[in-house]
């Protein structure tokens, strides 16, 4: 199957700082990345979809100020986490959308970042 | 509005015993189902899909689910689990074979007993 990474798995930041999340599509080009935000214990709520060369669409009551997510090419979307409170100490996810001829399109999912902000 | 309901927040089964994990979806145009698997800080496998055709759908390590259009539910089973299988499991329902977003049940975490 196609191969999503994401970076860093575990990051933990200082109250008032900025991080940035990086979700690459290794072996295939995503023009469609989503980003989902898990609580613990909790299920994947998404925050907003990432198109290339395009703005992202976020999801109703997400900060689009607080969330930066950037789509610059094919195999890459990020998103920043500016100005961090401990309350956005969550478990990020990232997915990217291949279409292939014969399987159609589908969604792989990143490995997640955990991030904790103290 | 698309949802997904998952009655089980939790299920202990012994090894070698069967499973059903249950996945009620309200969707209002032909759904596309899915059931991944989280293990503990990972993120999420597909475990398998329905788009169309046969509503018995055979996935990874064993899994299969039956889609029931006049029950609204997408029913995940083992005959068999392994210890291995310990993890939360999440239901999923999309448009466009899951190219779009989907949304996702609250998730059945799964515990084995020796």
């Known amino acids: 199957g196609a191969v999503v990474s994401q970076h860093p798995s575990r990051v933990i930041c200082k109250s008032g700082t900025s991080v940035k999340i990086e979700c690459r599509s290794l072996?295939?080009?995503?023009?469609?990345m989503f980003w989902y935000r898990q609580f613990p214990k909790k299920s994947l709520m998404l925050m907003a979809t990432s198109n290339e060369g395009s703005k992202a669409t976020y999801e109703q009551g997400v900060e689009k100020d607080k969330f930066l997510i950037n789509h610059a090419s094919l195999t890459l979307s990020t998103l920043t986490v500016t100005s961090a409170h401990p309350e956005d100490s969550s478990f990020y996810i990232c997915?990217?959308?291949?279409?292939?001829?014969?399987?159609?399109?589908?969604?792989?999912f990143g490995q997640g970042t955990r991030l904790t902000v103290v | 509005a698309q949802s997904v309901t998952q009655p089980d927040i939790h299920i202990t089964v012994s090894e070698g015993a069967s499973l059903e994990l249950r996945c009620n979806y309200s969707y209002g145009a032909t759904p596309y189902l899915f059931w991944y698997v989280q293990s503990p800080g990972q993120g999420l496998q597909l475990l398998l899909k329905y788009f169309s055709g046969d509503t018995l759908v055979q996935g990874i390590k064993g899994f299969e689910a039956e889609f029931k259009r006049s029950q609204s539910s997408f029913n995940l089973r083992k005959p068999s689990v392994h210890w291995s299988d310990a993890a939360e499991y999440f239901c999923?329902?999309?448009?466009?074979?899951?190219?779009?977003?989907?949304?996702f049940g609250q998730g059945t975490r799964l515990t084995i007993n020796p």
């Open positions: 997915s990217a959308r291949r279409w292939a001829r014969v399987r159609g399109t589908e969604a792989f």
């Open positions: 072996d295939f080009q995503a023009t469609t």
């Open positions: 999923a329902v999309g448009g466009s074979q899951g190219a779009q977003k989907l949304v």
